[in-house]
């Protein structure tokens, strides 16, 4: 009988750079750094295929909420030129070919190694090198480890009693199955009314017996008013890249919009509804920018809130239905602002319920169905809509240790510390694509990603040319930053929204800290830009 330990792999891959993630992230770092600055360079990818959160996200209506124009890379002139979007949100199957054509287009697969999942990295200081292992025991060694692993990529699934023995089948949206869902003639069940559960319901109705949506906490939404793309818009955003890219470099949340200067308290009522209803009916999250202080000033953000509290009372025939849908808890936008299509219509629709679970709390599943305090819906399906163990979920399920050994989840027991979401003190070149700390999240992401990626390439440029091996954030860069990034959400909306999973409030035990950096993504490029300038401020670079 062949020794069952000798037919594990154990192979030792050696490389300069090893990048966890082939995503919007991976793709692109492995491109920069290969192509670039030639380096040996390997991405372990857990998935079959390329698209990190596009891959794994196949539910019914996922979709971009970022036009398709600026949900782009922008580092190539011709990759602008060559490709054409279809409509004005990409959907989840387009954006999977482009990242399919990007990976061809720069014949980026030979370094990529799929189907391996990242379980352990270790840093050792006496040969500075991090010694990465995998679920099926291979082991590889880099100089640097880049995480490139998406913001929301661990499912949050919640410990609801009882699930184990429902009769029924249940998914949960980011691990979609791949042949897809037949919801026809099947009760639905959807917990969770976030962008993904808002983005779902109108789809599945579509399909199912009846769809019964279990709302825990009654959220905002704005139409998307997704539309083909025509040939001059095309033609438009191809011959405008320069200044779309200079755009969404100077804003806020890297979109290819600028924030109205004006404030909504300074405008009559009636100047307030006009820009509220043009908002609307363009419709995207581009209503946040009608007025300046929608995102500061909460009684700014009460104008908003109460016209959209009258859009759904207008959509929305059952005035019951529609109460339980407008009973909003925290102001609009201090959570990830949803855009739909046809979300609260379908309300209207007779094979469409809602169940307020705030008001009647979830006891248990049982073998038919969701029982709350006050009844039981029996069910054949449940989707869980409810999000992500999101920014530090995805670095956390990897046993990443630094230096002496310590865990990354020791060092951040007390939550995410990082010096400008790109290091973490005590270990050494690692570096962390839009790590907690960072706008990320906040940001337009293929923004966020192609200003970090081209950060790291530079600094890591920069230590090749001067035969530097070793970047560490310092302890006291790194305070000072987790200070700056809690300043800089205390000065917005953002932290009152206290079911946020920006606060990490939806995981329980997660601790309560807001986690990305709400100062802006022009205002960050600024400071790494600076940062760099100064010779790498703030990290500690050796030979
Ligand atoms: O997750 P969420 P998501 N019982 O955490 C509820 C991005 N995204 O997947 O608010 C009952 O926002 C939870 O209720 P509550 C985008 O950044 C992008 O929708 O915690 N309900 C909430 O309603 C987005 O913000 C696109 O009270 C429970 C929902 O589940 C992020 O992904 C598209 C529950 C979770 O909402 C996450 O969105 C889609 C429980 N035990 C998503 N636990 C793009 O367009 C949780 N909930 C790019």
């Avoid at 033609?235 to 806020?252: E, G, I, P, Q, Y």
């Avoid at 200003?451 to 091996?469: F, K, P, S």
Wanted: with cysteine; net charge negative.
């Amino acid at each position: 009988m062949p020794d069952s330990t000798t037919s594990l792999p154990d192979r030792v891959g050696a490389f300069d750079a090893l990048i966890i993630g082939a995503g919007f992230s991976g793709l692109y770092q492995l491109h920069c750094l290969r192509d670039r600055l030639g380096l040996s360079a390997r991405v372990l990818e857990a998935g079959d295929g390329v698209g990190g959160t596009w891959y794994w996200n196949r539910y019914p209506g996922a979709r971009c909420d970022s036009e398709s124009h600026s949900y782009s890379y922008y580092f190539s002139e011709e990759l602008l030129k060559e490709w054409e979007w279809s409509e004005r949100y990409p959907e989840q199957p387009e954006i999977l070919r482009y990242l399919n054509h990007v990976a061809d287009r720069f014949d980026l697969r030979r370094d990529i190694r799929f189907g391996t999942r990242v379980t352990e990295a270790r840093y050792d200081a006496a040969a500075n090198r991090w010694h990465v292992s995998t679920e099926a025991g291979e082991r590889f060694t880099a100089k640097f480890l880049i995480t490139a692993v998406g913001c929301l990529s661990t499912a949050n699934v919640p410990d609801i009693p009882g699930l184990d023995g429902f009769s029924g089948r249940w998914y949960h949206t980011g691990q979609w199955p791949r042949e897809g869902v037949d919801f026809a003639g099947k009760r639905v069940g959807l917990i969770g009314t976030g962008s993904t559960g808002i983005q779902a319901a109108p789809v599945i109705a579509e399909a199912a017996a009846h769809l019964t949506v279990f709302q825990r906490t009654a959220n905002y939404s704005v139409p998307a008013r997704n539309a083909p793309l025509t040939p001059e818009f095309l033609r438009w955003a191809k011959d405008s890249s320069a200044d779309l890219r200079r755009v969404m470099h100077s804003t806020t949340n890297g979109h290819p919009f600028t924030i109205s200067e004006r404030s909504a308290l300074d405008a009559t009522p009636e100047e307030r509804r006009a820009a509220y209803e043009a908002a609307w009916e363009k419709g995207g999250l581009q209503f946040r920018a009608a007025f300046r202080d929608i995102l500061t000033d909460k009684a700014a953000n009460d104008t908003a809130a109460e016209f959209i509290r009258a859009k759904i009372r207008e959509i929305v025939k059952d005035p019951e239905t529609a109460a339980k849908l407008t009973n909003f808890d925290h102001p609009f936008a201090a959570k990830r602002p949803p855009i739909d299509t046809s979300y609260f219509e379908a309300f209207n629709r007779d094979n469409v319920s809602l169940v307020d679970v705030r008001a009647s709390p979830i006891e248990r599943i049982t073998p038919r169905g969701v029982k709350t305090r006050d009844a039981e819906y029996g069910l054949d399906i449940i989707v869980f809509a409810t999000g992500f163990d999101a920014m530090t979920g995805p670095l956390l399920k990897i046993d990443i240790r630094g230096r002496d050994g310590v865990p990354l989840r020791e060092a951040w027991e007390a939550g995410p510390r990082t010096y400008l979401g790109l290091q973490v003190a005590g270990f050494p070149n690692l570096f962390t694509i839009t790590g907690p700390g960072s706008p990320s999240v906040l940001c337009n992401m293929p923004v966020a990603i192609e200003q970090h990626v081209e950060w790291i390439t530079g600094c890591i440029a920069h230590m090749q040319e001067r035969g530097l091996e070793r970047i560490e954030a310092e302890p006291d860069a790194a305070d000072r930053w987790v200070e700056h990034v809690n300043e800089a959400a205390d000065a917005t909306l953002l932290p009152q929204a206290s079911s946020s999973w920006y606060l990490g409030a939806n995981v329980p035990g997660k601790p309560r800290v807001f986690m990305p950096y709400a100062g802006g993504m022009a205002r960050y490029r600024g400071i790494c830009d600076d940062v760099a300038a100064k010779g790498y401020e703030g990290f500690a670079l050796s030979d």
